[in-house]
């Protein structure tokens, strides 16, 4: 099976920048995605990390380690509207194993 | 910009009854999804449907769930006999490749009651 560990709440102040972990244990994947998902919203895609490495986008950078089992999600120059649940996913195949998500406040 | 459309956005129903949820995936992806979300918990994968056909389901996906993409635009997840606990959000989503980003539509509230 596969397992995914995030933390369940983080708290940032605006403008700051804030990191949410994710370690997991698979057998194997494709690769580790991010979703952000606002209070009774839809998840909506974030990043995806099919190799080792940092992926940018925007305000929002990825990272994975596949030596580690380790994934992080960095999001900088944080606005109010950041405030919402994170999930990291694995990409097993066709289906996404998401994680039970960090819900992220940004403080004034 | 394209987007994956759901309805109805809320449906209550009475234990035993079926349900049928509807979802209009974005036109050009081949492969299609439902998951659900019980209030305050992860998202949970459900079925994966490409070629017409199932191709990965979970076990939540038991003999009371069935999908079906009964035309070109429509793909719908049914629900024969609800169950107190099938309460939930349930998403459908789409995708171009299998292991490309997954677009989610904004979901259909069930309540069983």
């Known amino acids: 099976g596969q397992s995914l560990e995030q933390p369940s709440e983080v708290t940032a102040v605006e403008g700051a920048i804030v990191q949410i972990n994710c370690t997991y244990q698979t057998s194997g994947f494709y690769g580790l995605s991010w979703y952000q998902q606002h209070d009774g919203g839809a998840p909506t895609f974030l990043s995806y990390n099919a190799l080792d490495g940092l992926e940018e986008t925007g305000r929002f950078s990825s990272f994975l380690s596949r030596s580690d089992s380790y994934g992080y999600l960095l999001l900088q120059e944080l606005q109010m509207k950041d405030s919402a649940s994170y999930f990291c996913?694995?990409?097993?195949?066709?289906?996404?194993?998401f994680g039970k998500g960090t819900s992220l406040l940004v403080t004034p | 910009e394209p987007e994956v459309t759901q309805t109805p956005s809320h449906q209550v129903t009475q234990m035993g009854q079926e349900v049928i949820l509807r979802c209009v995936p974005i036109s050009n992806h081949l492969y299609f999804y439902w998951y659900r979300q019980i209030l305050g918990q992860k998202v949970e994968f459900l079925v994966s449907?490409?070629?017409?056909?199932?191709?990965?389901k979970s076990e939540i996906f038991d003999d009371q769930f069935s999908v079906e993409r009964p035309d070109g635009s429509n793909f719908t997840l049914k629900i024969r006999s609800t169950k107190l606990e099938d309460s939930a959000m349930y998403f459908c989503a789409s995708a171009q490749g299998e292991s490309n980003e997954q677009f989610f539509g904004p979901g259909t509230r069930l309540t069983v009651l």
């Open positions: 449907f490409y070629n017409n056909e199932i191709s990965e």
């Open positions: 996913a694995l990409n097993p195949g066709y289906a996404l194993n």
